[in-house]
C-alpha cells in the first residue's frame, strides 16, 4: 500500500471513528434526557391554581379553581396541594389571583383561624364585663344564650339607679369552672348602645338569663316601686 493510500484510509478510520463517537455521545444524552424526563415526571405533585383572574375580596368557589402538575422541586410550601383544595373554597382572597397561578396560603383570609374582628356579627363590638354573680346560673350559662344585663350604682343621675339592657348575647364566657371561680362574660353589643354600656360599666353588676321564647317585659322599668324594709319599732 502506498503512502497516499496509507494517509487516505488513515483519513478515513479516524472519519469513522469521529461518527461512532458522537453517535454514541447522542445516544447517551438522548437516553440520559429521556430518564431524567421520565423521573422528573413520577416526582410531581397536583397543585391548586386560579382558573380565572380574581381580585382580592373575592370569595373562592369550587369554579374558581384548577389542578396542576408541578415538579416537586419547584413547589412552594404554602401553595395548596390538591388534597387540601377544600381548605381554600369560601375563604377570601386577600390579594388579587392571577389565572393559573398557584394559590397561596399568604393570600387567603382565613375566617377559621381569623381574630375576633372577623367572627363578630355586622354591625355588633365585643365588650367584655367582669361579673361576680355569674356562678349563681351553675355554669349553665353557654355562648350564644340570651342575657339582660343591669348596672347598679350611685354615679347615676338620678342617685342609686338601674341602668338596663335587655337580649344581650354572650359571646364567650371566661373564667367559669362548674359555677366557681372569677368570672368574665364577652357580650355582643349593638352600636347604638356602646356608649351608654360603656359609661355604665364599673357598677355592680346583675346577670339575668332569658328564656329563648321569652317576651319583652319591663322588668327593668326605672319608674316601678321597689321593695324594701320598713323601720321598725320594738315595744
Known sequence: MSKKAKGIFAVIFSLIISLITVFMINEYLNTETQRRMEQASADTHSVVVFANDLTAGTIVSAKDLLV????????????????EAGLII??????????????SKRGLLNQQNS????????????????TDNLGLHNALLKPGDVVDIAFVGEH???????????????FDIHGLNDGY???????????DDVDEFT??????MLVWARSSSSSRKDVWNTESLTSKVMSWTAY
Open 68 to 83: 396542576r402538575q408541578y415538579p416537586s422541586h419547584l413547589i412552594n410550601h404554602n401553595w395548596f396541594l390538591q388534597n
Open 199 to 204: 359609661r355604665a360599666m364599673g357598677s355592680g
Open 181 to 191: 371561680g372569677s368570672y368574665a362574660l364577652t357580650l355582643l353589643i349593638k352600636p
Open 156 to 170: 347615676f343621675e338620678s342617685g342609686i339607679a338601674t341602668e338596663s339592657f335587655e337580649n344581650i348575647e354572650v
Open 90 to 103: 369560601g375563604q377570601e382572597l386577600r390579594v388579587d389571583g392571577g389565572k393559573g397561578e398557584p394559590v
Open 115 to 130: 381574630g375576633l374582628s372577623r367572627q363578630l356579627p355586622d354591625g355588633h363590638y365585643a365588650i367584655t364585663v367582669s
